[in-house]
């Protein structure tokens, strides 16, 4: 059984937009500083990476 801890879900309190970095950078174990600018940089190369924050933000529970 997963301890709660470890499920992926968008924290109430640590959110700039959505908390989808946040979330994802709790479940594995890095600094959502550091998740959200990577997302940043990864919105400069070409790929669907907006459509795919929307879709997370909409399948992730939050907290």
Do not use: H
């Amino acid at each position: 059984m997963t301890s709660p801890t470890m499920r992926l879900t968008r924290p109430r309190n640590d959110r700039v937009i959505a908390g989808v970095c946040s979330g994802l950078a709790r479940k594995l174990g890095w600094k959502p500083g550091t998740v959200r600018v990577l997302f940043v940089l990864s919105c400069l190369l070409p790929g669907p990476q907006f459509l795919i924050y929307l879709l997370l933000w909409i399948i992730i529970p939050s907290e």
